[in-house]
């Protein structure tokens, strides 16, 4: 089995390549991180508060229990934590980022066209 350090390479390598052809939606997996240096890309952050999240998780993955719902929202956030600080060689915190939406209070659809607004006032 490949290592670990050259399955994250991998990684890394096939998401810049994508990247650099454009036209693509990358989520999660250090993209921001990885794209951060073109000049033709929206970096976009999410979050909501904790409670939020909880209801969406339990919803999403059909959880019954908040704890289920909290264990499951630690590992997401450790992984991209981890994927961030491994492809950026340091700790990026959000300056990595173009714009970030709280969720909590803006709904899926004005978040989406406030999206394509920017991408196409950056001529994308």
Known sequence: LPS????KKTIARILRTVALHGNVVI???G??????DLQKAVHVHLHASVSWRIGRVK?????KSDAE???RINVVDN???FLRNYFAGESPGLNVFDVSYNCEYLSQEEIV?????????KGI
């Open 4 to 7: 670990d350090l050259k399955i």
């Open 27 to 29: 989520l999660g997996r």
């Open 31 to 36: 993209g921001a991180v990885l794209a951060r």
């Open 59 to 63: 919803n999403l993955e059909n959880l």
């Open 69 to 71: 719902a909290i264990g």
């Open 79 to 81: 992984e991209r934590i």
């Open 113 to 121: 066209k406030s999206i394509l607004q920017l991408a196409q006032m």
